[in-house]
Nanobody
Framework: QVQLVESGGGLVQPGGSLRLSCRTSGIIFKIHVMGWYRQAPGKERELVARIFSTGSTNYEDFVKGRFTISRDNTKNTVSLQMNSLKPDDTAVYFC?????????WGKGTQVTVSS
């Protein structure tokens, strides 16, 4: 059974930091492109960052320089370090595992940036 379980969300003040983690099981982690997406109320889900099996990364412009995605192929986990958080970063953050044959989603973790 495939599971992607996110953790690390919460309430943080503007300018603060959070680190999200996604623990996976039931997939061959190292061959999947791992990504973080987010969905704010009333908006569509959007890509935040992704990391390929080679370790190369992509970031959307709105998080460049603030967020860092990383993966640990020995622990089957992917993380997202989020710094300099803004109220606009408030959303449910979802972990995604992509392979041409399948894509999997976690249930999400809430991030709220507010003073």
């Amino acid at each position: 059974q495939v599971q992607l379980v996110e953790s690390g969300g919460g309430l943080v003040q503007p300018g603060g930091s959070l680190r999200l983690s996604c623990r996976t099981s039931g997939i061959i982690f190292k061959i999947h492109v791992m990504g973080w997406y987010r969905q704010a109320p009333g908006k569509e889900r959007e890509l935040v960052a992704r990391i390929f099996s080679t370790g190369s990364t992509n970031y959307e412009d709105f998080v460049k320089g603030r967020f860092t995605i990383s993966r640990d192929n020995t622990k089957n986990t992917v993380s997202l370090q989020m710094n300099s958080l803004k109220p606009d970063d408030t959303a449910v953050y979802f972990c995604n595992a992509f392979h041409p044959t399948n894509t999997y989603w976690g249930k999400g973790t809430q991030v709220t940036v507010s003073s």
